[in-house]
């Protein structure tokens, strides 16, 4: 039996970019760590709860229009006092957008 070396349906590219989040508003401060077609990695000092719904804003390299998309928290790990990445899977974007996404990943993604 072939055990798999990774768990990821989709390309991760690796991105260092400011974005903003919202459980409830106003929006807060993050860095984006990854981004993929089926969500993205944050670095926050204010990291949600897993299973808690956000809205995000965020520009990707190329491109001037932001994307807004409809997030759930589906892991957080801190990696220092203060500061905790988080992994968000999408439950909700545009199909214009999606396919912007996919266009960046596939360009500039790894598995």
């Not at 932001?66 to 997030?71: F, R």
């Not at 500061?83 to 996919?102: C, P, S, T, W």
């Amino acid at each position: 039996m072939e055990i798999p070396t990774t768990r990821r349906k989709h390309p991760r590219a690796p991105l260092r970019q400011p974005i903003e989040f919202a459980v409830t508003t106003p929006f807060e401060g993050a860095v984006m760590k990854t981004i993929s077609q089926g969500g993205l990695c944050i670095v926050t000092s204010t990291p949600p709860l897993v299973v808690t719904r956000l809205l995000v804003r965020f520009t990707i390299p190329g491109d001037s229009e932001p994307m807004n998309a409809v997030g759930v928290t589906v892991w957080t790990r801190l990696v220092r006092p203060q500061k905790a990445e988080v992994g968000l899977k999408f439950i909700g974007l545009r199909d214009d957008n999606f396919a912007r996404l996919q266009k960046y990943c596939t360009e500039h993604g790894t598995l």
